[in-house]
């Protein structure tokens, strides 16, 4: 079984075997930071909008952080990662972490005036063919007004349910220059884009910058691909912003990408250590900066630690979100599965995470990618 938790055994153990990890922040702390891909982005709503709220200070998210109800049917109030998921839950988060979604390929964003904005649109998607754009404020959806409400809520009439591919639905939309307008949209079942690469130009600097949107199945693979296709003597910005975790494996594999073997952290489960580690390999000379900010959790962090604890990057931007723990699922009688924290994990240097978070090299508020490029520029050519 795999799903929303840090560690997921294998169904055939070997000797030997690392688990599979995956890290809840999907699902329990997705919902806390003002931002959601509202298709594209998190895992299946209906869960994602009954997790525990976690208890972050109010300074690290992106913005204003929706209200989220903890599951009636969990008992185990102390545990605040701890939760009950149905098994078509379970089923959704875990297509999720394949990178398939149903949605109308749109991500949202709750402005600080209560405003829901187009943050992104997938391309070739329902939303991208209907002209749909960047920077369009979101009014409705199917008739209900959306300005103010919880962005979980928003993100869940998007998606319209388990069974949503095929069914319409209706966006009241508007745009800069008085533009008001509905559109009537088809969800379909499509795929998400966890990394993206793009070379940038600041003067006589020249860089690639690799965002990472989440932790899914063949992440590392794209991460390490898009390093290799970075100029021979560029540095790299690993964009980490909102990255709420996702499969542990694959934030390892992102993380041999830039060292050449070596620890990238420690977990316990139930007290018994174990460690996490790089594959040699890597490129340890290209310049590299990394960017976070309240909304880089998990997984996210657990590669952004790992590269500031060896000393492999500059980290840029504000505080992460702080979540170390470790969750395993276990299955109920009824097909339900539900989580329990068992352990926690550390950076290379033994550093805690849980409720901390990672302190970045420079702290940035605000906008942190200029600073970033311009950290970056310092760094020298690489090799």
């Known amino acids: 079984m795999s799903g929303p938790t840090m560690f997921v055994p294998h169904r055939r153990h070997r000797r030997g075997a690392v688990l599979t990890l995956v890290f809840a922040g999907a699902l329990a702390t997705g919902a806390a930071t003002g931002s959601w891909g509202a298709d594209a982005r998190g895992g299946p709503l209906p869960a994602a909008a009954r997790a525990p709220r976690p208890s972050a200070p109010a300074a690290h998210a992106k913005s204003a952080r929706p209200p989220v109800r903890a599951p009636a049917n ?94 319409p639905v ?67 910005l690993l964009d980490l912003r909102g990255n709420s975790g996702g499969l542990v494996t694959e934030a390892v594999t992102s993380a041999s990408a830039f060292l050449d073997g070596g620890l990238v952290a420690t977990y316990d489960v139930h007290g018994r250590q174990r460690a996490l580690e790089a594959r040699p390999g890597g490129d340890t000379r290209r310049p590299l900066v990394v960017l976070v900010d309240g909304g880089t959790m998990s997984a996210g962090e657990l590669l952004a630690g790992a590269l500031q604890d060896r000393g492999r990057a500059v980290v840029v931007g504000s505080r992460t979100f702080g979540k170390g723990s470790v969750q395993m699922p276990r299955p109920l009688p009824d097909g339900s599965v539900a989580e329990q924290t068992v352990g926690h994990w550390r950076t290379p240097s033994g550093q805690a995470v849980d409720g901390r978070g990672i302190t970045p090299d420079l702290v940035v508020h605000g906008d942190a990618e200029p600073r970033a490029r311009a950290v970056l520029g310092g760094l020298g050519p690489g090799a």
């Not at 394949?98 to 329902?126: H, K, N, Q, W």
């Not at 600097?205 to 590392?220: D, L, N, Q």
Request: glycine content about 18%.
């Open 74 to 167: 969990t008992g185990r109030s102390a545990d605040r990662w701890g939760g009950v998921y149905s098994a078509t839950e379970y089923e959704g988060f875990q297509r999720a972490l394949r990178g398939e979604y149903v949605g109308v390929g749109l991500s949202v964003r709750r402005a600080a005036d209560g405003r829901m904005e187009v943050d992104g649109v997938e391309r070739g998607g329902p939303a991208a063919r209907a002209g749909i754009a960047p920077g369009d404020r979101l009014r409705s959806v199917d008739g209900t007004e959306v300005t103010g409400r919880p962005v979980t809520e928003v993100v869940a009439r998007l998606r319209g349910g388990p069974s949503g591919s095929g069914t």
């Open 170 to 236: 209706t966006l009241g939309l508007a745009r800069d220059g008085g533009r008001e307008w509905e559109s009537t949209l088809r969800r379909a079942r499509l795929r998400t884009r966890s990394v993206v690469a793009e070379r940038f130009r600041d003067g006589p600097a020249a860089g690639t910058r690799i965002k990472v949107e989440s932790f899914t199945h063949g992440t590392g693979k794209q991460v390490r691909a898009a390093v290799r296709g970075a100029g021979p003597r560029e540095g790299v």
